[in-house]
């Protein structure tokens, strides 16, 4: 298929791209760079670009005749969101609403969403299925939400397929160490955490220690990047044979604690940098994890690098080889 890949210059997106080439597609990547790079786009064509600039995409849509639309591109930061909630409404909601627009025009077969399981907000449950009623309590989640509405409104007045997957903790990096997590400034624990083993961080907090959960501190579903981009490889699949749009969580359903996330980073690296105890963060659930038995039974898919361990080394391989990079 030739396939359009917004934001596919970003961290998840550059893994999705290299699983596509391989599985041959044909890619084009729409990115503005903003936290994404060239060196990520390991396969296809990159146009430099941002949604905002809708002649911009259009021109990409007329040159391209694309059966599949797959997109990344938007900001990812829960606290900015708060800080900043037009950002993402406009980031995240317009521009989405901008290719919705012209996948509509063009009259694109299929597209691949990433949402994400702040949509789910702070649910009573600890293990979520995709039915529970979305109750976003951040602008990020309510922006991610919003956008799932419009793909859906749009499928049911055209002959638009969809699949939105509803992202949990992603973490680590391409096991070969050609991809990984670039992102300035991020705040995801595995990543702040690998940040302090090279020592491009002096040290961490642990937000929360009081959470009703085995030692106080919070847990997530924390999926392998690579397994999360073989289920959008999947998903193109599943709708290229007829398969019908359909809302799926990607998690593997069971989850670690902060403490648990720190001490593998710790044992794995040997390095013991420091970590301080400090009060919650605002907005997070004590436990969150994916129901995954839909994803399971809908595209088949099973994971391949469901382990701690794994998802941590390939995160602590990549922020050496990544922090070596930079300071050359
Ligand atoms: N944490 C720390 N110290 C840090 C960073 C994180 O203790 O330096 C803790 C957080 O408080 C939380 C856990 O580690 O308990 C995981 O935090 P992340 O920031 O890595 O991830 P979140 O669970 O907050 O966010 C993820 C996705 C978001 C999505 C959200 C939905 O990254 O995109 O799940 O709940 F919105």
């Known amino acids: 298929m030739k396939v359009l890949v917004t934001g596919g210059a970003g961290y998840i997106g550059s893994h999705v791209v290299r699983q596509l080439g391989q599985a041959g597609h044909e890619v084009v990547v729409y990115d503005n760079l903003s936290t994404g790079y060239r060196w990520a786009v390991t396969c296809g064509e990159l146009v430099v670009g941002d949604l905002a600039d809708e002649q911009a995409l259009e021109a990409v849509f007329r040159a391209h005749s694309f059966e599949a639309v797959l997109h990344f591109a938007a900001n990812i930061v829960v606290p900015e969101s708060v800080s900043n909630p037009l950002k993402y409404y406009s980031n995240n909601t317009r521009n989405t609403l901008n290719l919705l627009k012209a996948i509509d025009r063009h009259q694109i077969p299929y597209m691949v969403f990433s949402s994400t399981?702040?949509?789910?907000?702070?649910p009573e449950q600890t293990v979520l299925t995709e039915e529970l009623p979305l109750a976003p309590i951040n602008p990020y989640g309510a922006s991610k939400m919003m956008s799932e509405r419009m793909i859906m409104d749009v499928a049911a007045t055209s002959d638009l397929k969809y699949?939105?997957?509803?992202?949990f903790n992603v973490a680590g990096a391409n096991p070969e160490g050609v991809l990984g997590q670039a992102t300035p400034e991020?705040?995801?624990?595995?990543?702040?955490?690998?940040?302090?083993?090279?020592g491009a961080r002096e040290g961490m907090s642990v937000f929360g220690t009081d959470y009703d959960t085995r030692d106080g501190t919070c847990i997530r579903d924390y999926i392998h990047v690579e397994d999360l981009a073989k289920a959008h490889v999947m998903a193109l699949a599943y709708m290229a044979e007829g398969g019908k749009s359909d809302v799926l969580n990607c998690g593997y359903g069971r989850g670690f604690t902060v403490r648990e996330v720190i001490d593998v980073v710790q044992r794995l690296s040997g390095v013991e940098f420091p970590v301080t105890e400090t009060g919650r963060?605002?907005?997070?659930?004590?436990?969150l994890m994916a129901d995954n038995r839909r994803i399971s039974r809908v595209l088949g898919w099973v994971p391949d690098h469901d382990d701690l361990d794994i998802i941590v080394q390939t995160a602590l391989n990549w922020e050496k080889s990544w922090q070596a990079r930079k300071d050359a």
């Open 186 to 198: 991020a705040t995801h624990l595995i990543k702040v955490a690998c940040e302090c083993v090279t």
């Open 117 to 122: 399981a702040a949509v789910y907000g702070m």
């Open 163 to 167: 699949v939105i997957l509803r992202y």
């Open 281 to 287: 963060r605002a907005g997070d659930p004590a436990a």
